[in-house]
């Protein structure tokens, strides 16, 4: 019988990693916190105080604010005078998880690790029987996706984003017909409907409620060039009787139960010489590319606990978040689609953006 020597050094560093996986777990679910609770803007603005004084500042239970206070200094965030009994945020972390740091407040995406932990059960369910589950599983994700859009996407939408695409702007100022297909609450879109006056725009998404949202804001903001439909694209061509002179989808398609279709309903609906512009996920198709990722643990389980069970909910193909680079170009060729320009943001190593001409 043949036995491994077991390393013990090679143990205790094991060890070492899950405790510090476990404890930076748990700092991210009170960041979650810190971030829903106005915590971290509250502590922004405060010079050393004591938690009774933090709690009546944020209008919060002073023993669950004094709690919270001790976990996040015993992370490393807040600095704590035991003499004066005050507390005081950093301001390295300041500058990271407050709203005032925004599109570069952590806290944002801190949020998707309580709301999965949600589904657990159900996910588990799934591991055992298949299947996927819907969107309506889970509580707040189209409100966190919102704050998520608004720092990766919205905030760059007019400097970073549309310059990508060559003339876009000039055309957007004359007129043109927009299409973004899984518009979620619509942030993007209705932002740029607010400075084109003279383009209409449609957004489609699947989730009733995300369109529901999205109607009221525009409708609250008087907006009459744009329009929000609640409709499945998986057959998307000829859903409009209209073709469109730029389509966007932004973070949307690897979510699609049938994303090969909905390619190919993108390039039918687009007129001749029009543009497509779609943001995804930056990584690569084969795991063994992604293991110098800075994100890829996060990506892999944002996927496994949502973007690829909503697919499958739907008998879908469950691409997943991490689907990657060639997968995708491999598919907008199939689609039809010939000239891909695959671009990177100097400041956003999580995106790449695919900008695509129909010749």
Not at 56 to 71: G, S
Not at 139 to 162: C, G, P, Y
Request: hydrophobic content about 40%.
């Amino acid at each position: 019988m043949c036995t491994t020597k077991i390393d013990i050094a090679k143990v205790n560093s094991v060890e070492e990693k899950l405790l510090e996986i476990l404890n930076a777990g748990s700092l991210a679910v009170m960041i979650s916190i810190g971030h829903r609770t106005g915590l971290f803007d509250v502590l922004n603005e405060l010079t050393p105080s004591s938690s009774d004084q933090i709690a009546k500042a944020a209008e919060l239970n002073e023993r669950y604010v004094r709690e919270w206070l001790n976990t996040m200094t015993a992370g490393g965030f807040i600095s704590y005078n035991p003499d004066e009994g005050t507390y005081l945020l950093l301001p390295e972390f300041a500058s990271c998880l407050t709203r005032k740091s925004s599109p570069n407040n952590m806290a944002v995406y801190a949020q998707y690790i309580p709301l999965l932990g949600d589904v657990e059960d159900k996910i588990i369910d799934c591991f055992t029987n298949g299947g996927g589950l819907e969107y309506t599983e889970y509580k707040r994700f189209h409100q966190v996706m919102e704050e998520d859009s608004s720092q990766t996407v919205v905030s760059a939408l007019f400097n970073s984003i549309l310059p990508l695409v060559d003339g876009i702007e000039e055309k957007l100022y004359a007129g043109i017909k927009v299409l973004d297909i899984g518009c979620g609450r619509g942030k993007a879109l209705t932002t740029i409907a607010e400075k084109y006056p003279k383009s209409s725009f449609k957004g489609v998404d699947l989730s009733e409620e995300a369109i529901g949202f999205a109607n009221d804001v525009v409708n609250k903001k008087g907006l009459t060039n744009i329009r929000f439909i609640q409709k499945d694209v998986t057959n998307l061509d000829n859903e409009f009787g209209e073709s469109f002179d730029f389509i966007t989808t932004f973070d949307a398609i690897h979510d699609q139960a049938a994303p090969a279709k909905v390619l190919k309903g993108i390039y039918n609906s687009l007129k001749d010489n029009g543009v497509y512009l779609m943001q995804d996920i930056a990584g690569s198709s084969y795991v063994e590319n992604n293991l110098e990722h800075p994100m890829a643990p996060f990506l892999y389980t944002i996927s496994t606990m949502h973007c690829m069970s909503v697919s499958l909910a739907q008998g879908g193909e469950g691409l997943g978040t991490m689907w990657g680079k060639e997968k995708a170009c491999n598919m907008l060729k199939e689609a039809g689609f010939e000239n891909i320009d695959v671009k990177q943001l100097d400041h956003d190593f999580q995106n790449n953006f695919y900008v695509i001409k129909k010749t």
